[in-house]
């Protein structure tokens, strides 16, 4: 199993999220507004239980992308999409502006 996920790390490593070139993360205004974060698992969260609803839509939306992507990638190495998503997760956090508010797996906010 440890070889799996060594395996999968570097495989993953070497690609990202779909996005496009020089195309903005939808994500990155509510994220800078403390609306939403990310999670220790690889998806968004809506951080504000007040956000508008186009940002809980945004959210919803992302994630389904996000986890039919991760079940994709877990078929293909033969381990869990939470595996892949928690490999993603850190690949998120790496990526984002400090600021960026991300949920640990034991419920707390932290803000990178």
Same mark, same amino acid.
């Given at each position: ?20 070139? @020089? ?10 507004? /403390?609306?939403? /974060? +990310? ?31 991760? +079940?994709?990638?877990? @078929?293909? +190495? ?10 993603y997760a850190? +690949?998120?956090? /790496? ?11 034991? /419920? ?5």
């Amino acid at each position: 199993m440890l070889l799996v996920v060594v395996g999968l790390v570097l495989f993953l490593s070497c690609t990202s999220l779909p996005s496009g070139p @020089a195309v903005a993360d939808p994500l990155d205004t509510p994220r800078a507004q /403390g609306l939403v /974060g +990310e999670r220790y698992d690889g998806l968004a969260v809506v951080k504000d239980p007040g956000a508008p609803g186009d940002i809980h839509n945004l959210v919803a939306d992302i994630n389904a992308k996000r986890q039919a992507l991760y +079940e994709q990638r877990a @078929a293909g +190495e033969g381990i869990s999409a939470g595996a892949v998503g928690r490999v993603y997760a850190q +690949e998120i956090f /790496g990526s984002l502006p400090g600021g960026t508010w991300f949920l640990t797996e034991s /419920g707390n906010w932290v803000q990178k």
